[in-house]
């Protein structure tokens, strides 16, 4: 669903477009967006890339997490105006490839990090990153790396599992 | 090698890992358009007027419908759903919108349909509505009043229901007792807050007018009775399919307003029309459970043994009936179930106030039923002197008298009766995994160094599986695959895997070569859905069911294409092959097509048409799972922090099907076990004004939050089912909040604190402490 | 929750920036988003024009000079967090820049931003106030620099004008070796505090030569507990006298927290941070 380029809204509000030129999981993407598009909303309506989830749009549950020049970001509280030239990696570019799945995503489903997988997409957004900056975490840390996303399923003890099983493979 | 028992790879994981799931915000239709709702601010008001000519002149809007642009459409105009009861005084369905009394801050009003929801949004607050405000009915105890404002204008009180639950000579055994114990408490639970919202699509087709619904739901079936009520329609002009469920908890099996006012909206515009609930929504639109106020006394004798429970329970209801009086039924009903208790005697109130409908969140009123005996059972240890434990054993039904007939009826009238289970070996167990014996002296060098830990524990007993059936239909077409399709509903507990587990595990063991369909009222003509942890029994039970029949039948066929004995056959992937000589093999496929029929030529084997079976086995009792929380905790006196420092929980869910799954079930219940007991709090101001409307405000539990949890399991399978197999889902919860906040009163013990309410937030606790001093 | 209809801009030079502030009514800047973008979509604020300074150049650094470590207002927390020269100078900060939400707000999230928003809570804004650091303000009349004491004028009002920018704030920094610590009690990890405590301590012949002890969370502004610590051996006696004089304190009440146990808060986390800071000072 795109918002019309131009028109009169309310209180004689014109909603403006912009065009933009975003790298989303290496490929170029040139739109037209409405300045109050949220990046979210760009990449799952414009873009139809609708693993990335919306679950609360004020910035605390995580699921929409992306990320932005390797960052990750909630995307529900960035513009997709924001986004203009800026590189973005959502839930679909992780697995390397249609038939395999990053190490991550293999230790959450060997480990039952995942049930309803709302939450999910945004987790792995943002394990990747935290498995960049810190390769051999504690379990504490791995908590607090995903403090800011919200599970209502599993616990996070699944989650936590994964996590702590990919560092161990990869220190073997 | 059984399927059965093992952990196998879930089905429903590598799409979900890749961001290929299909919820329902993830349905894009040509021609789509977006809905908002226009809420009413108040609890309660009446509406004066509406204006809608500025909404409707933003461009990109296509209508704003009133009450009276949907009446046309709608045969029957209110939600009626109730579970049977006869003690309703009062029967408060809901309106697809607003007429002229809101009775609820966040009631639907209006409903804006435009291009996006962005325009939506922007038109339905031009949508101008003239409120008169009444006076609103906030507290359940004080609804009751006399006096009090009425909930709904028209209404004489605010009393929906009272029934007492009981058996037993109660007032004799007070009479007669050694020692009698009074408490009151308040308990507070809040909503799903699964993090995916709610939302429905629907689309008309244009040729046939058939009507589909896309809805996040647990209960399609439902949905789709309410939906052809409402719309004067006969059900074969409206399926309801149930896309990728973000977690449902409960209330998604509600059916709202907001979905008939989306199909309404598909109809009367020829477009597909879509609305996604958004988390503001959430917090006043969706059903939540809320509060309860319990004044109860306890009888016992000179052993501590439990003579009579009696006593008076106060119901947060909401302002309509969304679902029935299963809530405080249930929780009356489980204040009985698991101890021996001779008589008993609730009182149940059921208050209506002008706050959102309050229905079942997941264990649907059996953790505040447990929460009050175990409560009262730690006072009862106090007061005489004993051990938590030891009175805890020497009152929990012994295995030896299974099957125990207890003295209640569930809700159908049916005798609750508690099948298998051990509940002091599970007790036992729990406390020599959390260390009970040797806590005492752990506690007194903490102190010593001016810390504060303690140690709590809680039992429950849960009726799962609640009946009568689900529908299974499995399956085997020409191309060898396995088709199985259920009115059974998924939403994050692993329905699909298990189900085409337990169809593997007859039809080849391969659960690759299993499709599993749920929640498509396209597919199978009946069914009931999730709730109530019945999944894995009635579904678990149907499938297994159906693929024995087709198993059969498949062999039969088999042995006649082959020339083989029916006992010589085995099914292995998609091969039905001679034991022993794999190359004397027919493909499941080519059994299938066998019976496809061939124009003129007989059936192989005199077998009927088709490779398929459907079951929709009954099983009316239910079968009892239970289980052990021993909590410990530390206190920190000064800022009333509580830190879990560990949780063990020893569960007895009968046959365990899936062990990862199992566990994820019950860590996830420990999880919102300790929202209940520690942070879950949906606050309203006096006139029931919601408080909490953000999740900064409303907390759930994160990965830091989270005790190290030691789980382990008992086995006690079932005789009810075929499989063996007892309910898990709700399981995780039920006894947390009670062995928390009994560890806290027990690290607290210095200081006399006596804790009677849930949840405790940090500053409670430091009241507690204060109040000593 | 999407937000209302908005012009939007991107300056790409301060210049721009702060004459298109000059001259558009109405006007927010949007700097991390963590902050303004709830709002926006809550619509519990409908400005007609967002000014985006994401795009501004040279707003973001870390730069000591002397004794003062200058950090450019669009710095994100995150660079705070992994920054070599905090960690060595200002180690209060990075351990206070650990508790600011989560990772993923402190990518986006900003010092200028934290500090504009003034969140009663907000850890940088308790750090801030701890070191006397003052707030570099940019508008078409010029350039001028607020005593962070001075610039909170209220609940979250900051006292910089529509038409002005924060570009900068500087810390002035306290000797190597000093005794340090943030301590916070919030309800969950993440979540604004409670109650915070920022001290600072240096000591000399046994002495506290100079401290500075500030609590955040208790009140629309940071505050310091009337007790002089200079010259004063401590001691738990004294840490306690401290931890009481937040009993002196305002507090604020709202509708989950009331002012008692705000304040009871305070000293438990004022006594802890002083005993931290203490044990921290490095034995010359």
């Given at each position: 669903m795109r918002a019309p380029s131009c028109g009169v809204l309310s209180k004689g509000r014109v909603d403006e477009s912009r065009q933009i030129s975003v790298e989303v999981n290496g490929t170029g993407f040139r739109r037209e967006v409405s300045v109050r598009t949220t990046l979210a909303d760009f990449l799952r309506h414009d873009l139809m890339l609708t693993g990335t989830h919306v679950g609360c749009e004020h910035g605390v549950c995580g699921a929409c997490t992306v990320l932005v020049n390797g960052r990750s970001a909630r995307s529900c509280l960035m513009l997709a105006v924001q986004a203009d030239g800026e590189s973005v990696t959502t839930i679909e570019g992780i697995a390397p490839s249609p038939t395999t799945l990053h190490p991550l995503q293999q230790a959450l489903k060997d480990h039952h990090g995942l049930q309803c997988g709302f939450c999910t997409p945004g987790m792995v957004t943002t394990l990747i990153e935290f498995l960049r900056d810190c390769p051999n975490p504690t379990e504490r840390e791995v908590r607090v790396a995903i403090s800011g996303n919200l599970c209502r399923c599993t616990g996070y003890q699944g989650i936590v599992d994964a996590v702590l099983r990919v560092t161990a493979m990869k220190a073997e | 090698m059984s399927l059965i028992g093992s952990s196998v790879p879930r089905l429903e994981d590598e799409p979900l890992l890749r961001g290929k799931g299909r919820f329902v915000d993830d349905l894009h239709m040509p021609g789509m358009l977006e809905a908002a709702f226009v809420r009413s601010p108040h609890a309660h008001a009446l509406v004066r007027g509406v204006r809608k000519d500025a909404a409707l002149a933003l461009r990109g809007v296509h209508a704003v419908l009133l009450r009276d642009d949907l009446l046309p459409h709608l045969p029957n105009e209110f939600i009626v759903v109730a579970l049977p009861s006869k003690d309703y005084k009062q029967y408060l369905n809901r309106p697809a919108l607003v007429g002229d009394e809101a009775v609820y801050v966040g009631q639907p009003v209006a409903m804006v349909v435009a291009e996006n929801r962005y325009i939506a949004e922007d038109a339905a607050a031009l949508v101008e509505v003239d409120w008169e405000a009444l006076p609103a009915a906030a507290d359940c105890s004080a609804a009751l009043s006399p006096g009090a404002p009425t909930a709904h204008r028209a209404s004489p009180h605010n009393l929906l229901a009272e029934f007492p639950i009981g058996y037993g000579d109660v007032d004799a055994a007070f009479a007669s007792a050694a020692h009698v114990f009074k408490e009151s408490f308040w308990q507070h639970r809040g909503g799903s807050h699964s993090i995916e919202c709610r939302g429905t699509v629907a689309a008309s087709d244009p040729y046939d007018e058939r009507l589909t619904v896309w809805t996040s739901t647990q209960m399609p079936h439902a949905a789709l009775r309410v939906l052809c009520d409402m719309l004067g329609r006969d059900e074969d002009s409206v399926r309801v399919v149930t896309p990728d469920v973000g977690g449902g908890f409960g209330p998604k099996l509600v059916f709202y307003a907001e979905d008939v006012c989306v199909a309404v909206a598909a109809i009367i515009l020829g477009r597909p029309v879509k609305w996604i609930e958004d988390r503001l929504e959430h917090f006043v639109a969706t059903t939540q459970e809320r509060d309860q106020h319990w004044d109860v006394e306890v009888a016992v004798d000179g052993d501590a043994r439990l003579l009579a429970i009696r006593g008076n329970l106060i119901h947060d209801h909401g302002a309509y009936t969304a679902r029935g009086v299963n809530l405080p039924y249930n929780s009356a009903e489980q204040v009985a179930i698991g101890y021996e208790l001779p008589a008993y005697r609730m009182n149940v109130q059921i208050a209506l106030t002008n706050k959102v409908p309050v229905t079942p969140v997941r264990g649907a009123g059996h953790p505040q039923g447990v929460f009050v005996m175990e409560r009262l059972l730690d006072r009862i240890a106090r007061e005489l002197d004993l051990d938590r434990a030891e009175v805890r054993r020497r009152n929990l039904v012994p295995a030896t008298k299974m099957p125990y007939r207890t003295g209640v009826k569930n809700r159908g009238g049916m005798p609750v009766v508690l099948d298998t289970g051990d509940y002091v070996r599970c007790q036992q167990d729990a406390l020599e995994r959390a260390g009970w014996a040797g806590f005492g002296e752990r506690q007194k060098a903490a102190r010593k160094e001016g810390r504060y830990i303690g140690i709590g524990l809680a039992n429950f007993v849960k009726g799962t599986g609640r009946g009568p059936f689900e529908t299974v239909t499995v399956r085997v077409g020409p191309s060898g695959r396995i088709l199985v399709y259920t009115g059974a509903a998924a939403m994050g507990q692993s329905t699909k895997t298990m189900l085409a587990q337990i169809v593997a595990d007859q039809l080849g063991g391969d659960m690759a070569n299993v499709t599993v369909i749920a929640g498509d009222t396209g597919t199978v003509p009946t069914g009931m859905g999730g709730s109530n942890s019945r999944q894995a029994v009635l579904a678990g039970t149907s499938a297994h069911s159906a693929a024995l029949k087709v198993r059969e039948k498949v062999i039969r066929i088999a042995a006649h294409l082959l020339e083989a004995g029916a006992a010589d056959l085995d099914i292995e992937g998609r091969s039905v092959h001679v034991k022993g000589v794999k190359r004397m093999a027919v493909d499941l496929g080519k059994v299938a097509s066998a019976v496809a029929g061939t124009a003129g030529y007989r059936l192989p084997g005199g077998v009927a048409p088709g490779l398929e079976a459907m079951e929709s086995v009954v099983i009316d009792p239910m079968t009892y799972a239970n289980g052990t929380a021993v909590a410990e905790v530390e206190v920190d006196i000064d800022t009333g922090g509580v830190r879990i420092v560990k949780m063990v929980f020893v569960h007895d869910c009968g046959r365990i099907l899936h062990p990862q799954v199992v566990d994820g079930q019950l860590i996830g219940g420990v999880a919102h076990g300790i929202g209940n007991a520690l942070f879950e709090w949906m606050r309203y101001d006096d006139q029931a004004q919601p408080l909490a409307g953000t999740l900064a405000d409303y907390l759930l539990v994160t990965a830091t939050e989270m005790p190290p949890v030691e789980l382990a399991h008992h086995e006690s399978p079932t005789p009810l089912n075929p499989l063996g197999i007892k309910g898990v889902g709700e399981c995780g919860v039920i006894p947390i909040a009670p062995a928390v906040l009994s560890a806290v009163e027990d690290a607290l013990s210095p200081f006399g604190a006596r804790i009677s309410r849930t949840p405790m937030m940090p500053s409670d606790i430091v009241a507690l402490v204060q109040a000593f001093g | 929750m999407k937000p209302a209809p908005f012009r939007y801009h991107a300056p790409a030079t301060l210049d721009e920036a702060i004459g298109l502030l000059d001259t558009l009514e109405d006007a927010r800047v949007l700097a991390g988003g963590q902050s303004l973008m709830p709002m926006l979509n809550f619509r519990i604020v409908q400005p007609a024009h967002i000014v985006d300074i994401n795009r501004v150049q040279g707003l973001a650094y870390i730069r000591r000079e002397g004794e003062v470590l200058e950090v450019g207002a669009m710095t994100r927390q995150r660079d705070l967090e992994f920054s070599d020269v905090v960690a060595d100078t200002f180690p209060l900060m990075h351990e206070a820049v650990l508790l600011v939400g989560h990772r993923q707000t402190r990518n986006r999230g900003t010092l200028g931003g934290s500090l504009c928003q003034l969140d009663p809570s907000a850890e940088l804004v308790t750090v801030a106030a701890a070191v006397d650091a003052t707030v570099v303000v940019v508008s078409k009349a010029g350039t001028r620099e607020i005593p962070f004491a001075e610039f909170p004028l209220g609940l979250m009002s900051p006292a910089i004008e529509a038409n002005e920018l924060v570009t900068a704030v500087r810390f002035p920094l306290w000797k190597r070796g000093h005794g340090f610590a943030f301590e916070e009690f919030a309800r969950?990890?993440?979540?604004?505090?409670?109650a915070s405590a920022a001290v600072l301590l240096e000591m000399e012949h046994g002495e506290i030569a100079r401290a500075s002890v500030v609590v955040g969370g208790v009140n629309s502004r940071p505050q310091r507990p009337a007790v002089t610590l200079q010259g004063r051996r401590p001691s738990a006696a004294l840490f306690d006298d401290v931890a009481k004089a937040c009993d002196r304190l305002e507090a604020m009440s709202d509708s989950h927290v009331d002012a008692g146990y705000r304040k009871r808060v305070a000293r438990a986390v004022v006594r802890r941070a002083l005993e931290r800071s203490r044990g921290r000072v490095a034995t010359n």
């Open positions: - | - | 969950r990890h993440g979540d604004f505090a409670v």
